[in-house]
């Protein structure tokens, strides 16, 4: 009775076994190496060789933060800067009608509000943000600069209907007239 073949001898006569038979035994490493990339489950298979990279567009060079200069922002100085910003703007309808007349207030050096009449504006901003900041960050050398949309609702005169409601909006008017009620007590308001 002959031996029992160690592992290393099994895998050999299987090698000599498969080559009898023509076929190839070929490492797992040669394998993926000689393979062609395959997609993954959920990932496009995107291919970048169409984009130039090597062409230098207006990219401007960042300063860094130690040698930023930065502007100690004054509440004239932000109308100054939005005036300059709705002047800027004029090319693009939609953001010259946004901000063109819209009251901002400085809250701190990093903060201010815009002054909207709706909500609806509040959204139309978030889409120009970028823009709108990047603007006002470039002029004041503070990339810690954000906004705030508050919605201002506009008060709204109630107009007197009753004959009570009426002469209450007269006395505020003129306070004389609660003296002439006093001199005419018949007559009913």
Do not use: C
Request: hydrophobic share 40%.
């Amino acid at each position: 009775m002959a031996p029992a073949a160690t592992a290393p001898q099994q895998g050999a006569t299987a090698m000599q076994g498969s080559e009898a038979l023509g076929a190839t035994i070929v490492d797992a490493s040669q394998q993926q190496a000689n393979a062609a990339p395959r997609p993954v489950a959920g990932i496009p298979n995107i291919s970048l060789s169409g984009i130039n990279i090597s062409a230098q567009q207006n990219i401007k060079p960042i300063k860094p933060l130690e040698n930023r200069e930065i502007e100690q922002l004054t509440q004239e100085r932000l109308e100054q800067l939005w005036q300059q910003l709705v002047e800027q703007s004029k090319d693009d309808r939609d953001l010259f009608e946004l901000i063109n007349g819209k009251v901002v207030e400085l809250k701190n050096n990093n903060l201010f509000h815009i002054q909207v009449p709706n909500l609806l504006l509040d959204g139309k901003l978030r889409k120009y943000q970028t823009r709108i900041l990047g603007f006002l960050r470039e002029q004041t050398g503070n990339d810690m600069l954000q906004y705030k949309a508050v919605v201002v609702v506009p008060t709204v005169a109630v107009k007197a209907y009753l004959p009570r409601e009426k002469f209450e909006e007269m006395a505020q008017r003129n306070p004389a007239m609660y003296a002439l009620r006093k001199i005419f007590p018949d007559i009913d308001f």
